[in-house]
């Protein structure tokens, strides 16, 4: 079991930059690809960006690249998403999921087992 805590969303002007951080607790960090999601009012979720178990690799959706950074810190047993250039589309919750998995590289939910209730990233125009 592994019990995932999201924070730092918050409110920014477009082009502004966030830091989301999600906590985990529970069994051996490392042993688990870890993944950024998102879901907007009315819309589906959505894969952000995911971070293979040692972090050397990463993946992001077409609307992330060049503008978030996903890392993990594995001693913390944290990962992070680094936003910048945000839009008023990145507007959304934001949850991070863990995976038993090894492949980062699937943007499919369903490889997640594990879920934090989320952090609301809001961007103003």
């Known amino acids: 079991q592994v019990q995932l805590v999201e924070s730092g969303g918050g409110l920014v002007q477009a082009g502004g930059s ?3 951080s999600c906590a985990a607790s ?3 960090f490392s042993n688990y690809v870890l993944g950024w999601f ?5 819309k589906e979720r959505e894969f952000v960006a995911a971070v293979s178990r040692g972090g050397g690799s990463t993946y992001y959706a ?3 690249k060049g503008r978030f950074t996903i890392s993990r810190d594995n ?3 944290t990962v992070y998403l680094q936003m910048n250039s945000l839009k008023p589309e990145d507007t ?3 949850y991070c999921a863990a995976s038993r998995g090894v492949d980062y590289t699937r ?7 594990y ?9 103003s125009s």
Request: hydrophobic share 35%.
């Open 18 to 20: 966030l830091r989301l």
């Open 26 to 28: 529970g069994r051996t």
């Open 38 to 42: 998102r879901q907007a009012p009315g």
């Open 62 to 64: 077409d609307s992330a």
């Open 75 to 77: 001693a913390k047993n």
């Open 92 to 94: 959304a919750v934001y």
């Open 107 to 113: 943007k499919d939910l369903s490889i997640y087992e």
């Open 115 to 123: 879920w934090g209730q989320g952090t609301q990233v809001t961007v």
